[in-house]
């Protein structure tokens, strides 16, 4: 092996195991009082009455698998995997299944094999270009679930305002819910919309509650979740409770856009550092295409290509690290 490669390989695994620790540094101890914190919230918020051999997620009516992959859509809800990608499905508002899901992927790994094989001879190339490509919709489905969520949640202290009013109004609870459905917009609504639904066909409140917290999972619901079942036990003024918790999500939302404006600095050099070395490449490949044949065809070019994208990515990784604040 030349020294070049193994030099190469033995700084990328020191990297890669400083960065590993230092991010198990700093997210474990997070992580486990986040946890412990779930776990708490789930002892309180957990429905009362499950039937034996029954399951607290699963919906009032059962959603019938149809459409051209029914069969592979009924055997995936049997695993686990196809039970968590359904729920990724349902949380980022897509309408398709997880079959449908699985049959892209397969599609797109080898369209993106084929065409790489027919464009480029390194053999590497290909299975890079599958890989990617598998990966597409789940990432897709993920980003929009990252989004809705996010966009939830930004919206969450205007549906408790309107709670609240309602309630000071003398409305009920119950009657409530049905208001923020009826009056706020997409993915809010809707989601109260469900819960509303549910409570009306015959659900305990409890058991329709704990099931919005699995559809939106955001540590703000299950506060509200929370608030509302000790409320209705012990008392007290839950329009308050939910004013306080408005208030809370505005002022961390508002925090977090300033750490935002302080870290784009760091953003933006993530960016420059990652795009800079690959439009450098197709520059001068097309300025002096025989100057780069070497790094393309011959075997050092090649192990320095495979290096520098490893060592990139790396690089990413680590600033985006740094520039990551948890508020």
């Known amino acids: 092996m030349p020294i070049f490669v193994l030099v190469t390989l033995v700084f990328a695994f020191g990297a890669a ?4 620790l230092s991010t198990l540094a700093v997210y474990l101890p997070g992580a486990l009082a986040e946890r412990r914190l779930a776990r708490r919230l789930e002892d ?21 698998a149809d459409g051209p992959f029914a069969a592979m859509d009924r055997l995936a809800a049997r695993t686990s995997a196809g039970s968590w990608l359904r729920g990724v499905i349902d949380q980022s508002g897509c309408r398709t299944s997880p079959a449908m899901v699985v049959v892209m992927s397969l599609a797109l790994a080898a369209a993106a094999a084929l065409t790489a094989n027919m464009f480029v001879s390194l053999w590497f190339v290909p299975i890079i270009a599958a890989v990617v490509a598998v990966a597409a919709p789940i990432t897709f489905i993920l980003n929009r679930r990252t989004a809705r969520l996010r966009k939830f949640e930004e919206e969450f202290p205007e549906a408790l305002d309107l709670l609240s009013r309602a309630l000071r109004a003398g409305h009920a609870l119950q009657t409530a819910l049905g208001m923020v459905a009826e009056e706020l917009r997409e993915p ?4 109260f919309k469900k819960t509303f639904d549910q409570q009306n066909f015959g659900l305990p409140l409890r058991d329709a509650l704990h099931q919005m917290t699995e559809r939106v999972p955001i540590l703000d619901v299950r506060f509200f979740v929370t608030a ?15 004013d ?42 097309a300025i002096n295409p025989e100057q780069m044949y070497p790094l393309f065809h011959e075997r050092m070019g090649q192990m320095l290509l495979l290096a520098a994208m490893v060592l990139q990515t790396i690089g990413f990784v680590w600033i985006r690290q740094v520039i990551k604040i948890e508020v």
């Open 188 to 191: 809010v609504g809707p989601e």
């Open 228 to 242: 509302v079942l000790i409320q209705r036990e012990t008392g007290g003024n839950l329009s308050e409770i939910l």
């Open 244 to 285: 306080n918790l408005a208030h809370v999500v505005r002022e961390r939302f508002k925090i977090r856009r300033q750490v935002r404006v302080h870290t784009a600095h760091g953003r933006f050099t993530a960016f420059v550092l990652l795009s800079l070395p690959a439009g450098l490449a197709i520059a001068l490949s």
């Open 44 to 64: 309180v918020s957990a429905p009362a009455d499950i039937p034996p051999g029954g399951d607290a997620g699963e919906a009032l009516v059962r959603r019938a």
């Open 17 to 20: 195991v400083i960065v590993g």
